[in-house]
């Protein structure tokens, strides 16, 4: 077992580590099929081999051609470190800079594999690192670092220190930032198999993922909202959501369900992410019976139970089974539908088809691409029939962002909306319908990080967001917002209770600039009192207001035509680094898929001095009117008056207004012959 100091101090090159190959017992990323030719195969294996000396070569060149063949991808499992993956204190780490230790502590979260796969933090393709050389790497320049020195990160790949500044961000981030034109997914498996580029979705390459609790969150609020938008009540109590996926994000639902008080049943292929969810207690019951599982279900309805009941099955198949009971027996047995398998990388092992066993669907996946695609499509076209046939019924259902209803369209499926812009479906999009809304009033997920480790600084953030939510309630807020902040309150209290934290000690909420910036002075006021006992961490998902220019998920509610077009996020990733964070990523892919979504992120070291406090100010009131400006400009009414009430309360800030065309007839007339 290594140490952090010993962690830090480069390759282990003498002696070499034993190559142990693939750890048995932890999951692994899907077998990729990249498809090199023998060039490309020599060029891939050239790449790996330049972070060692030639002496070396050898020896590594065989295994690392044998991982390229099993695994599609050169992951150096010879030198997957032996020390328990996990989130150290951070005093722990041997570092000149506590920025640099509070990152190292937010990249091995990222790895503990009570959150993650190996080297990969969720979806399947997260990558943190693309091979473990450049982890080892990473935290040595990390523990290196001084105030006058920027990390640089290529996709996965350090590629060193370089003088910088105090005011500078401490590390620069960017994942998959392909030309254009060679952003297809089929290019995508080849760059990632020569070890040039990687998908690091949002949170997992730029190293701010906090566990399922994000996710848990976000479908607190998202199944809230849709309880008051589609059937009228704040109460789900006997309300059944139908939804799958159990594993890393997906996970989330089956304790969002049991916090919202409905009746949750959620499918799942993979029997070990469902057993471990269960084990966690995020699931409370589980079955491999679609007999028993409509039994179970029927009972809680009729007794207004709350449950959180994993299906060990195909949803295709629980969703076509819910047809026969309603086309038998005249009974809707559900009332919200979504799906969260990983559906925005559906041929590698995102979404598996209901023809085949799981154990079948991985064999065909490696061994006949094209084979397993096939299937992909033809379940797809029968998981829509199926909910297209529920939904003539008092029975909702929205796509979770996760390009189900993209997919589902590619397939062939009848998911169209006729005469509407290219972003709409028969379905909405929950960013559409449901959280829209929200980002058009500054509202996104705002999170923190305790880098001690320790629960009691935990709580001490928690008392501290609660009572600024309160008194940013008590001096006056419009009844919309101030319903949002209760809804957060209510979340934060639910969270403690049930025991949300996997991994680090962080909590997740969503906030507006306001609120963000008042809980971020708190905290920081906490830490220069010792109140709170080590830095905190601030940071949010890259799913956000500003973060991420995503047509069919964070920007499909832009209606000007924009919508295709990634300013704000770039422009976000830009304006956090010259305004103060300690570290700044910008992706390609994210959420929808590879080529589908431009995001980006920070992390904010709060270390309780007066600059952290400037920093956290300047930069969290970009952060988020960035985006409240971008959506005004587009057409929201929501967001006009937010911005609006922004510019009255910082001098500072003047936002070029939009103008409305109050007669849609003057644009006919005007285009006439």
Known sequence: MCSLRALCSGLPLQPLPENRGRRPGVPHAPVRTPGLSPEEEQLALRNALRYFPSSLHSLLAPEFAQELRLYGHIYMYRFCPTIEMRAYPISQ???????????????????????????????????????????????SYLSKMTEEQTLVMYSGHPLGLFPSSPGAPRLVITNGMVIPNYSSRAEYEKLFALGVTMYGQMTAGSYCYIGPQGIVHGTVLTVLNAGRRYLGVDDLAGKVFVTSGLGGMS????????????????????????????????????????DH????????????????????????DLWERLVQELDTTGELLVDLGSDQTSCHNPFNGGYYPVQLSFSEAQSLMASNPEGFKRLVQESLRRHVSAINRLAKEKFFFWDYGNAFLLEARRAGADVEKKGTYKTEFRYPSYVQHIMGDIFSQGFGPFRWVCTSGDPRDLAVTDQLATSVLEKVIADGVKESVKLQYLDNIRWIREAAKHQLVVGSQARILYSDQKGRVAIAVAINQAIASGTITAPVVLSRDHHDVSGTDSPFRETSNITDGSAFCADMAVQNFAGDACRGATWVALHNGGGVGWGEVINGGFGLVLDGTPGAEQKARGMLGWDVSNGVARRCWSGSLKAYDVICQTMQENSGLEVTLPHQVEDEHLLQQALQP
């Open 93 to 139: 780490y041997p570092c000149r800079t506590k920025a640099a230790a509070a990152i190292m502590h937010m990249i091995m979260n990222n790895l503990d594999p009570a959150v993650a796969q190996e080297l990969v933090t969720y979806g399947g393709n997260g990558q943190v690192f693309s091979n473990w050389a450049q982890f080892w790497l990473a935290m």
């Open 251 to 290: 996970g989330a639902q089956a304790k969002a369900a049991v916090i919202v008080g409905c009746i949750g049943v959620i499918a799942e292929v993979d029997k070990a992410a469902l057993v471990k969810r269960h084990q966690q207690g995020w699931l409370m019951e589980v079955t491999d019976s679609l």
């Open 293 to 316: 599982c409509i039994a179970r279900l029927k009972a809680a309805r009729k007794k207004k139970e709350v449950l959180s009941l994993g299906y060990h099955g195909n949803v295709v």
